[in-house]
């Protein structure tokens, strides 16, 4: 029945029997007899066909649209269960918004150049993901992991900083301490599932000192968050890569540089399976190594 299926979808993608047929490397009439078979098992007409034009019916493009899907998870079984093969197929891929703008994303052709059988389907969020309800294959995550069913790995860490607007600062003043945070306001970013507001962790003489600023802003978007402290709003701590531009041209100015951030780890998680897509273990080492270049 697949065999069919793929011949169906091969006829409509093509508009002809004949050129379905040499791509498929059949002759024409095993092709019209598929297509025959496929519509008398399924007891609807697919496609109308006359001497000069090929039409898909209403049912023929419904199910065409199933077939797609249909071929589509079979090529991901196949890859999944082949690990002599080279990664391929769809890899469903879940990431923060921060580590897709300025890690992921600039070095993203890297991975698709050197595994062109994939298809990244990428969803950038700062938002708690279902793997299993939504189709992910793995989720990259920044900050400690709550405790759950899926497997882990931690793949590296991420510096941060804690910056304000030079308007802010103008205005507000520039704390010294971290005491001085208590007579400031802070953009501070708040958990979607949870509503915990995140805390701020420095490093004061060598031990870990936690913070949580009074709020001017919550949000639960990391692009807001930055959109925020550009606009003067308050003071965030976010990661290196996210600011340095903004650092760099004077937009935002990096404060309380004497008391540094503790970084924040990066970790992946996907379903607990005995077996690991190739394309979901070529992914997590790939990523690894460009999380390690970040340190370097």
């Not at 490397?25 to 000069?52: M, W, Y």
């Not at 899907?69 to 891929?93: C, Y």
């Not at 793995?138 to 804690?162: A, K, Q, W, Y």
């Not at 540089?257 to 399976?273: A, F, G, I, N």
Request: proline share 6%.
């Amino acid at each position: 029945m697949i065999e069919y299926i793929n011949i169906f979808v091969q006829v409509v993608e093509q508009g002809s029997f004949t050129k379905a047929a040499d791509i498929l490397q059949l002759h024409r009439p095993a092709v019209s007899k598929a297509i025959q078979q496929l519509e008398d098992d399924l007891g609807v007409k697919l496609i109308q066909r006359t001497t000069r034009k090929l039409n898909v019916t209403a049912e023929g493009d419904a199910f065409y649209q199933r077939s797609k899907h249909l071929i589509a998870e079979v090529d991901d079984m196949m890859a999944n269960f082949s690990p002599t093969l080279p990664p391929r197929g769809r890899l469903r891929l879940d990431v923060p918004l921060a580590l897709s703008h300025t890690i992921l994303i600039p070095h993203l052709a890297e991975f698709t150049t050197r595994y062109p059988d994939t298809d990244v389907v990428l969803v950038s969020s700062d938002k708690k993901t279902d793997l299993i309800a939504e189709s992910v294959d793995c989720v990259v995550r920044l900050g400690e992991l709550p405790d759950c069913s899926f497997i882990s790995r931690r793949l590296g860490e991420i510096r941060m900083v804690t910056c304000a607007a030079p308007a802010y600062l103008k205005q507000h003043g520039t704390p010294s301490s971290l005491a001085d945070l208590d007579n400031h306001k802070a953009i501070n970013f708040f958990s979607d599932h949870s509503r915990e507001v995140m805390e701020w962790k420095f490093t004061d003489n060598g031990e870990i000192v936690s913070r949580r600023p009074t709020s001017s802003v919550l949000v639960d978007n990391s692009d807001i968050l930055l959109s925020c402290a550009l606009a003067g709003l308050g003071i965030i701590q976010a990661t290196c890569n996210a600011l340095a531009p903004h650092i760099a041209s004077g937009r935002l100015t990096e404060i309380l540089t004497q008391y540094p951030p503790v970084s924040k780890p990066v970790s992946v998680m996907y379903p607990d399976r005995r077996y690991l897509a190739p394309k979901v273990r070529v992914f997590i080492d790939w990523f690894s190594g460009i999380l390690s270049l970040q340190r370097s």
